[in-house]
């Protein structure tokens, strides 16, 4: 892979690599149950963490920096002389980690020069090259392993760590730019990242999330996100004599869950594909019931996914004579492909940054959403760019450097191109 090569020659991937490594020895899990509450932060881990990137933030030239009650870093840095009138833009990263994998006492492992190796974690954790394509693919280069205990917390920590290392090489470099933004948010892993977003705080017009994968990938397209909710009404009765009066909730639950198409569920499908997740089943004789969430890329698609939730849910009330099935749905969030098509420079020019710094973009369409999905529908286009971090969301979670590296060249490209593009942008607007 070409970005390997570049490691030895990189002046960041050091100070990038000493800042993952204090990162995420850091516990900041988050915790979906305070933050169904309404708590944020979920976990007051995540406020000291935020405390202390402020402080960094400062350490290295960033003045207007402030830590929300709600625990989001925000920082704006100045335009330089000159490009006062240049785009604003802004970066965004998530401190919180994913709870259900222990996320406490992370002791990260430097594999210095990967030779292609299985690497065998505790726990009888394996990271194998023979299942892992874009692990072979990494001979030579440094990869950033848990010891097998916990999950490794590139998601997202490595996105924090890019993007403080390069606006650590703007300032210290006097690189010329816009106005920067940076955010780093509480809470994405538990859905209510977005929550308590300052959103007035904003003066970018745009922004880009640092939390994908392998160099190059670039995320524009998000699953539309549904929930529907089933609540079965039956007729209870002691079972001794029970025939014919009673209507059982939990039968006309399951009998619903068991009627949805078998091939378009989370663990049937993949890609483009959509699908129907039982999430959740509950209740007794006389009430039951299911959640379920609906994904598709398209509006037609989900459109579709919840007449045949109304329809099943019919069914099962006409098979249960006295019963009822009713149907609420929710939206959680939108595809962000279409907004952010209305303001086509925001990609167009995350793509040219890529290719400066010798990277084929790779559009990965996001099996779920983000915090850029709920920005962009929030008004702001947000595109995911990747970190280099792999295996999200376990214990075989690991991290390339030179691919961190590449990510903090996009971002110093970002940066220089949207301070160029200005005089495009205005006639556009
Ligand atoms: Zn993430």
Redesign the pocket.
Known sequence: MNFINRLSKSNVAEPLLQRFLRYVSIWTTSDSVAADKGIQPSTEQQRIFAEMLAKELKSIGVFDVTVTNHAYVCARIPATAGLEKAPSICFL??MDT?EGVEGQNVMPLVHKKYDGSVINLKGNIKLDPAEDIYLANSVGDTIITSDGTTLLGA??KA?IAIIMTGIDEIISKNIPHGQIEIVFSPD??TGHGMDNVPLDWFQSAQCYTF?GGQAGEIEIECFNAYKAEIQFKGISKHTGTARPDMVNAVSMASSFVQMLPHTERPETTDGKQGFYAPMEISGHIENAKVVLFLRDFETDGMQKRINVVKQLAATIEAQYSGGSANVKITQQYLNMLQKIQKQPLVADILKQALKNVGLEPIFHPIRGG??GSRLTELGLPTPNVFTGGHN?HSKSEWASLSQMVCAEETMIELVKLWATKKIKLFLLS
């Open positions: 990263a998530h994913v998601d997202d996105g994405e892993e939390d983000t915090d999200f």
